[in-house]
């Protein structure tokens, strides 16, 4: 008789969890596309620095962002659109002829790319491609890194 009151109690215990606690697998397709990651963020230097920027400049960097995300690496790439200009960084043409500064840059970049955040109006991003992830390493809204 003890087996059936304890029997009783657990299925009460199971009902009156929370429906959060019961939760259902549902297999979600992610689309496709590049992420970004701020692992590699350097805004050290006062020339890829953001300070002082307005919320016009954070809000056009974001939808950038969201924008380059619906594209694989190869789509922004190869993408010819004169608002985006995405190209690869020759640094001995650049304010920056050592790289990034990153550790271990050499194993870790293979390219060096830039693209505008919007034509002409708050600069552009510097970073690298790893598979389908950029990393932003610098925020150029100055465009500092070309004389």
């Known amino acids: 008789m003890s087996s059936k009151k ?4 657990q299925d009460t215990e199971i009902r009156s969890q929370p429906s959060s606690a019961r939760r ?30 307005d919320a016009k400049y954070l809000a056009s960097l974001l939808r950038r962002l969201r924008d380059l995300s619906q594209l694989n690496a190869q789509e922004v790439i190869n993408n010819q659109s004169k608002s985006l200009r ?14 990034f500064g990153i550790p271990n840059e050499s194993a870790l ?13 708050y ?6 491609f790893s598979e ?16």
């Open 24 to 53: 259902e697998v549902v297999n979600i397709q992610i689309p496709e596309g590049i992420s970004f990651s701020f692992r590699y963020y350097q805004d050290e230097k006062n020339k890829f620095s953001i300070g002082g920027r």
């Open 109 to 121: 970049v293979n390219m060096p790319y830039q693209f505008q955040i919007s034509a002409n109006e």
């Open 86 to 99: 995405c190209h690869g960084i020759a640094w001995q043409n650049t304010t920056e002829p050592n790289g």
């Open 6 to 9: 304890h029997k009783k109690r």
């Open 132 to 147: 389908n992830v950029f990393y932003i390493v610098w925020l150029d809204p100055e465009h500092n890194l070309y004389s």
């Open 123 to 128: 600069g552009r991003v510097h970073g690298f």
